[in-house]
Antibody
Framework: EVQLVETGGGLVQPGRSLKLSCVAS????????MSWTRQAPGKGLEWVAS????????YYPDSVKGRFTISRDNAQNTLYLQMNSLRSEDTATYYC???????????WGQGVMVTVSS | DVQMTQSPSYLAASPGESVSISCKAS??????LAWYQEKPGKANKLLIH???TLQSGTPSRFSGSGSGTDFTLTIRSLEFEDFAVYYC?????????FGAGTKLELK
């Protein structure tokens, strides 16, 4: 059974940093691209970052480019999201997702809440 | 960026009825369109990819159609477990973008 378990969320002040982790199990982690997607309270879904299976390439929307860094440790079956210079608008539930064979996100974690507030 | 316009935002229906949700892309995305289901306390579920291909485990009462810019999710013979929020997503190009969601409520 595929499982994605996110940790590392919490309350952080604006301008500070936070690192999220996602431990994957139930599949061969290094065969799949992985992504992060977020959902602000009461809002829709927003794609945040993607990384190739080797970790050699990464992709971001303009809203987080230069502030967030996605990475992975294939030996530990773990995906990361380093978030720097956090803003109030980064407040959201962050989901770890697996990029399926056909492109979209075929498995999602339960999510971890990040609150950016002073 | 590709804008995804999803409608309606809310939909009220009864078990046994059929409903349709529309998703329009601001430019052609070929058939690179997915539909997801969101339910409280559960991980989001991929229902359909490639516009019309049911993901493994998706009940056959769900169907997707369309290509280019116009897409539709249809649920026939609604069951209680189908009342949820549905999102479309284009994965034709970065940044991947989602529709705003449709909340399917029990009438």
């Amino acid at each position: 059974e595929v499982q994605l378990v996110e940790t590392g969320g919490g309350l952080v002040q604006p301008g500070r940093s936070l690192k999220l982790s996602c431990v994957a199990s139930g599949f061969t982690f290094n065969n799949y691209w992985m992504s992060w997607t977020r959902q602000a309270p009461g809002k829709g879904l927003e794609w945040v970052a993607s990384i190739t299976n080797s970790g050699g390439s990464t992709y971001y929307p303009d809203s987080v480019k230069g502030r967030f860094t996605i990475s992975r440790d294939n030996a530990q079956n773990t995906l990361y999201l380093q978030m720097n210079s956090l803003r109030s608008e980064d407040t959201a539930t962050y989901y770890c997702t697996r990029d399926g064979d056909y492109g979209p996100f075929d498995y999602w974690g339960q999510g971890v809440m990040v609150t950016v507030s002073s | 960026d590709v804008q995804m316009t999803q409608s309606p935002s809310y939909l009220a229906a009864s078990p046994g009825e059929s409903v349709s949700i529309s998703c329009k892309a601001s430019k052609s995305i070929s058939n690179n369109l997915a539909w997801y289901q969101e339910k409280p306390g559960k991980a989001n579920k991929l229902l359909i990819h490639s516009g019309s291909t049911l993901q493994s485990g998706t009940p056959s009462r769900f169907s997707g159609s369309g290509s280019g810019t116009d897409f539709t999710l249809t649920i026939r013979s609604l069951e209680f477990e189908d009342f949820a929020v549905y999102y479309c997503q284009q994965y034709n190009e970065y940044p991947y973008t989602f529709g705003a969601g449709t909340k399917l409520e029990l009438k």
